[in-house]
């Protein structure tokens, strides 16, 4: 309880501890907003506010006013307050307020200037304050509340005035009941989606606040605020449970406050709802279960999975926090057409069947809201099957995900694989970029026995502990769990928690396999792991990739960082929280790779998708070089034949200027006369043999593995042994770039060295892969299309052609020109009718942001008009 005449002060933003988590304000502080201040104005009447009888409170404060006013036309003007000893002082404040709490005998010596009230009448509010709380706690005995209550008044300076002065904070441990006397106290709720706090509702004079966190003893899952001036009883948790130990049925009374505030339908609501809990690896229902539900994911995560004729399984997608599972199969009736089962521990809402018919006839409008959900899961599909020809194994793969799997992860998991990780830097440097895009919590073990004591760990808090990891997860964007360095019950903890699992190793180091590492493969847990390679600023390129990914076959993807100096250095812990603090003041850059960790883990990730046209592809490289000037960054590559040779090289570089040089020395080996004359052969699978083609794509590549590269690569091939499309994320680089290039009558098919397939351009099949890099996590996808553009105002001629005849149209001068295509025109059209299809599926998705500069002026093999080409790319992306 904060004694009487206690004065306390805003104390500014909260820096993040010895391990990047906040430091948590004591008593009454608030970090970041203006407090509590004296009041010298006339209280609000609030007679009017309340209907039905007059309660004592009313009498009371009527005649207080009406006293007062008397004594002021008597000495012609209201009182001054009484002066305050230099302790009492009030420090002035950027915002202009503070705090004051008044107890009994404080007021009862005429010490609290209420506004113009002073002594004896203050104190008589103050008593009739109590009796009214007394009177809606079912008090029994109102001395009870003797010395258990202090008096509060806010006054809401002129520079907060809008954002209201902070009575107490969502999260706060310490939390009270507040019973508002006058005025009146705005509750808001802090969400992960919104930018700015949500206001629930107002509490109105003669209303309790604050009830549910005092009697859970849960952390205050809202933040009160006073938005003008508020006048309010205080009663302390710890002296609740006092007055509850002397009277156990006001507890009831608490709990009833609460529920009036519901409404009924609400109240019908919480009676239908069953909570579930699924341990992690157990099955929610199964595929062909009847359908009687529907589930609300309220913290952890579920993998849906589907069992094909054939026998074989394929991920159909994950659930996080706030989804919907079951929906579709509830209210249409049918079996369950997947199995869902927990990756972890996870706490879902049961809605029966009949609920969810309730509420569309209670409330129509929520019928609008599924069928958009409808809506989305029905085009998701159908855009699984717009690949030219469904079924076949042509157009997207039927496994591939149209919704980003990360964008709904909770929790994720930092485990080191060797003592030299410098993973209390990498951690802190992973919170400082997720902040940037939304709230993030960084926890360890320290951490936890700090917040919540020394036994927090110990399996008898168990409970305790997995209810306020809960709490933390609803309150923020993401929850870091950084493990210790060995196999702690910690560390159990964090792997049971998390929705990814990010393995951290050293890429300048040898390949290596840690303890903690055999022992995860050892155990049930079935979330996303990611091996996380670091790099010095200053090193040289990654390399061994291949040997990191063979020892984990359980890793589903990799990713290469270059860090800053600073996360290398040997610091103390206290010199290491002291640079961080610095850290931490300003804005994470969005080009450095742990912004790029950062968006892949929300579901943020930005991709770059270059289309195949040959020499028009030189284009590519000058909107690079606009995007960069831009300050747009890129997280993932891909692309089709000229595409996917840019798209390697800027992967491979990261920097366009880089990517240009290299380009144009490439395209001016393309020019050469003598090699390709050299390089002819008898045209029975192409004119050349392809021996100089492949020599040009290796001095440029050189032996250079895709999961080498700096940025995430993928490129697309059309397999003419299987007749399907082949994405390649892993492999020889040059090979699978040349197969991207392989134009059918000049170059023989490529075979494949995995499995010996005939690989040709990736341009017959899909001409820009934006489609491929949304199913690869994209949420947007910058998709650069320099592909030739067919004419499609062609003439009519009738039911036959005469050869003659067309060819006299064409010599005679005077005559309308007919536009008829050739027999290698018609042929050409023919290959790329799939690619066309796929195209304007791109185009017109909402994912895409389609740029086509204007390069229909050039030609496909015109490689030596490589600047001009790179100028009006430049100008088109400016």
């Known amino acids: 309880?904060?004694?009487?005449?206690?004065?306390?002060?805003?104390?500014?933003?909260?820096?993040?501890?010895?391990?990047?988590?906040?430091?948590?304000?004591?008593?009454?502080?608030?970090?970041?907003?203006?407090?509590?201040?004296?009041?010298?104005?006339?209280?609000?009447?609030?007679?009017?506010?309340?209907?039905?009888?007059?309660?004592?409170?009313?009498?009371?404060?009527?005649?207080?006013?009406?006293?007062?006013?008397?004594?002021?036309?008597?000495?012609?003007?209201?009182?001054?307050?009484?002066?305050?000893?230099?302790?009492?002082?009030p420090r002035e404040q950027p915002a202009g307020a503070c705090?004051?709490?008044?107890?009994?005998?404080?007021?009862?010596?005429?010490?609290?200037?209420?506004?113009?009230?002073?002594?004896?009448?203050?104190?008589?509010?103050?008593?009739?304050?109590?009796?009214?709380?007394?009177?809606?706690?079912?008090?029994?005995?109102?001395?009870?509340?003797?010395?258990?209550?202090?008096?509060?008044?806010?006054?809401?300076?002129?520079?907060?005035?809008?954002?209201?002065?902070?009575?107490?904070?969502?999260?706060?441990?310490?939390?009270?009941?507040?019973?508002?006397?006058?005025?009146?106290?705005?509750?808001?709720?802090?969400?992960?989606?919104?930018?700015?706090?949500?206001?629930?509702?107002?509490?109105?004079?003669?209303?309790?606040?604050?009830?549910?966190?005092?009697?859970?003893?849960?952390?205050?899952?809202?933040?009160?605020?006073?938005?003008?001036?508020?006048?309010?009883?205080?009663?302390?948790?710890?002296?609740?449970?006092?007055?509850?130990?002397?009277?156990?049925?006001?507890?009831?009374?608490?709990?009833?406050?609460?529920?009036?505030?519901?409404?009924?339908?609400?109240?019908?609501?919480?009676?239908?709802?069953?909570?579930?809990?699924?341990?992690?690896?157990?099955?929610?229902?199964?595929?062909?279960?009847?359908?009687?539900?529907?589930y609300i994911v309220l913290n952890g995560r579920l993998r849906s999975v589907?069992?094909?004729?054939?026998?074989?399984?394929?991920?159909?997608?994950?659930?996080?926090?706030?989804?919907?599972?079951?929906?579709?199969?509830?209210?249409?009736?049918?079996?369950?057409?997947?199995?869902?089962?927990?990756?972890?521990?996870?706490?879902?809402?049961?809605?029966?069947?009949?609920?969810?018919?309730?509420?569309?006839?209670?409330?129509?409008?929520?019928?609008?809201?599924?069928?958009?959900?409808?809506?989305?899961?029905?085009?998701?599909?159908?855009?699984?099957?717009?690949?030219?020809?469904?079924g076949s194994g042509l157009g997207v793969p039927p496994h591939s995900e149209l919704t980003n799997p990360a964008s709904n992860l909770a929790t994720?998991?930092?485990?080191?694989?060797?003592?030299?990780?410098?993973?209390?830097?990498?951690?802190?440097?992973?919170?400082?970029?997720?902040?940037?895009?939304?709230?993030?919590?960084?926890?360890?073990?320290?951490?936890?026995?700090?917040?919540?004591?020394?036994?927090?760990?110990?399996?008898?808090?168990?409970?305790?502990?997995?209810?306020?990891?809960?709490?933390?997860e609803d309150a923020h964007r993401i929850v870091l769990y950084q493990t210790d360095a060995s196999l702690t019950p910690w560390t159990v903890r964090c792997l049971r928690q998390a929705d990814c699992i990010l393995i951290v190793g050293l890429g300048d180091q040898e390949p290596t396999l840690g303890q903690l590492e055999q022992m995860l493969e050892n155990t049930a847990v079935r979330a996303l792991k990611q091996l996380v390679l670091l790099h010095r600023e200053e090193g040289a390129g990654p390399t061994r990739t291949v040997e990191w990914l063979n020892m984990r076959s359980w890793c589903s993807g990799h990713l290469h960082l270059r860090c800053p100096r600073r996360l290398f250095s040997r610091r103390s812990p206290a010199k290491l929280h002291e640079l961080y603090e610095k850290v931490f003041s300003k804005r994470a850059d969005r080009h450095s790779d742990f912004s790029r960790l950062a968006r892949v883990l929300t579901g943020n990730t930005i991709a770059l998708v270059l289309g195949g046209g040959g020499a028009r592809g030189c284009s590519h490289i000058g909107v690079l070089k606009a995007l960069e000037e831009a300050g747009v960054p890129v997280d993932l590559?891909?692309?089709?034949?000229?595409?996917?040779?840019?798209?390697?090289?800027?992967?491979e570089e990261r920097s366009a200027s880089r990517t240009k040089q290299r380009a144009r020395e490439w395209a001016k080996s393309m020019t050469s006369v003598l090699e390709?004359?050299?390089?002819?052969?008898?045209?029975?699978?192409?004119?050349?043999?392809?021996?100089?083609?492949?020599?040009?794509?290796h001095r440029v590549f050189q032996d250079k593995q895709i999961e080498d590269l700096w940025l995430p690569y993928f490129n697309v091939t059309t397999d003419i042994t299987a007749s399907a499309m082949r994405v390649h994320k892993d492999?020889?680089?040059?090979?699978?770039?040349?197969?991207?290039?392989?134009?059918?009558?000049?170059?023989?098919?490529?075979?494949?060295?995995?499995?010996?397939?005939?690989?040709?351009?990736?341009?017959?099949?899909n001409n820009l892969p934006a489609d491929i890099a949304r199913s690869m996590g994209a949420k947007t996808v910058i998709a650069i299309d320099v592909g030739s553009q067919d004419e499609t105002d062609l003439s009519t001629y009738g039911d036959s052609l005469s050869g003659w005849w067309l060819l006299w149209k064409r010599l005679n001068p005077w005559a309308d020109k007919i536009k008829v295509p050739d027999m290698a025109e018609i042929q050409s059209r023919l290959a790329y009718v799939s690619c066309v299809r796929q195209l304007e599926v791109v185009k017109s998705s909402s994912y895409c942001e389609y740029l086509r500069p204007p390069i229909d002026c050039f030609k496909t093999m015109d490689f030596g008009k490589f600047d001009q080409i790179y100028d009006v790319g430049y100008q088109y992306g400016k």
């Open 731 to 765: 492999g020889s680089l040059w090979r699978y770039v040349r197969a991207s290039m392989t134009l059918s009558g000049y170059l023989p098919p490529l075979c494949d060295p995995k499995d010996g397939h005939l690989l040709m351009d990736g341009g017959y099949i």
């Open 412 to 472: 994720v998991a930092v485990l080191p694989v060797c003592a030299e990780v410098p993973i209390v830097a990498f951690t802190l440097e992973l919170q400082h970029a997720l902040q940037a895009i939304g709230p993030t919590l960084l926890l360890n073990s320290d951490i936890i026995r700090a917040r919540l004591g020394a036994s927090a760990l110990d399996s008898i808090q168990e409970f305790r502990l997995s209810g306020w990891l809960a709490q933390q």
């Open 1 to 89: 309880r904060v004694p009487a005449g206690r004065l306390t002060y805003p104390t500014g933003a909260p820096l993040p501890g010895p391990a990047g988590d906040p430091v948590k304000p004591t008593s009454l502080e608030a970090p970041s907003a203006p407090l509590l201040s004296r009041c010298i104005s006339m209280p609000v009447d609030i007679s009017g506010l309340q209907g039905g009888p007059r309660s004592d409170f009313d009498m009371a404060y009527e005649r207080g006013r009406i006293s007062v006013s008397l004594q002021e036309e008597a000495s012609g003007g209201p009182q001054a307050a009484p002066a305050r000893t230099p302790t009492q002082e």
């Open 306 to 390: 589907i069992q094909r004729g054939s026998g074989k399984k394929e991920l159909v997608g994950e659930y996080g926090r706030g989804d919907l599972i079951g929906v579709v199969e509830a209210l249409t009736r049918q079996p369950r057409a997947t199995t869902v089962h927990a990756v972890r521990d996870t706490e879902l809402a049961k809605l029966p069947e009949g609920t969810l018919g309730h509420i569309k006839r209670r409330y129509p409008q929520v019928v609008t809201r599924l069928i958009h959900l409808l809506s989305q899961k029905i085009l998701g599909n159908l855009q699984q099957l717009q690949g030219p020809f469904p």
């Open 637 to 651: 590559v891909g692309g089709t034949s000229i595409g996917s040779f840019i798209g390697a090289l800027y992967a």
């Open 99 to 294: 705090e004051h709490s008044y107890g009994e005998d404080e007021l009862a010596a005429g010490g609290c200037p209420f506004g113009p009230y002073q002594g004896r009448q203050t104190s008589s509010i103050f008593e009739a304050a109590k009796r009214e709380l007394a009177k809606l706690m079912r008090i029994e005995d109102p001395s009870l509340l003797n010395s258990r209550v202090l008096l509060h008044h806010a006054k809401a300076g002129t520079i907060i005035a809008r954002a209201g002065t902070i009575i107490a904070r969502q999260g706060d441990q310490d939390v009270s009941l507040h019973f508002v006397l006058w005025g009146c106290l705005h509750v808001y709720q802090r969400m992960i989606d919104k930018a700015e706090d949500v206001c629930l509702f107002v509490a109105q004079p003669g209303e309790l606040v604050g009830q549910l966190a005092v009697l859970t003893g849960e952390p205050l899952i809202f933040t009160l605020r006073a938005q003008r001036d508020c006048t309010f009883l205080r009663i302390s948790k710890s002296d609740f449970y006092e007055i509850m130990r002397a009277q156990p049925s006001v507890v009831l009374s608490a709990a009833h406050t609460v529920a009036a505030r519901m409404s009924p339908f609400v109240r019908q609501m919480d009676f239908a709802i069953d909570w579930t809990a699924v341990e992690a690896g157990r099955a929610l229902y199964r595929q062909g279960d009847r359908s009687d539900c529907t």
């Open 676 to 697: 390709p004359v050299l390089d002819l052969t008898y045209p029975v699978t192409s004119m050349f043999t392809g021996s100089a083609f492949n020599r040009s794509i």
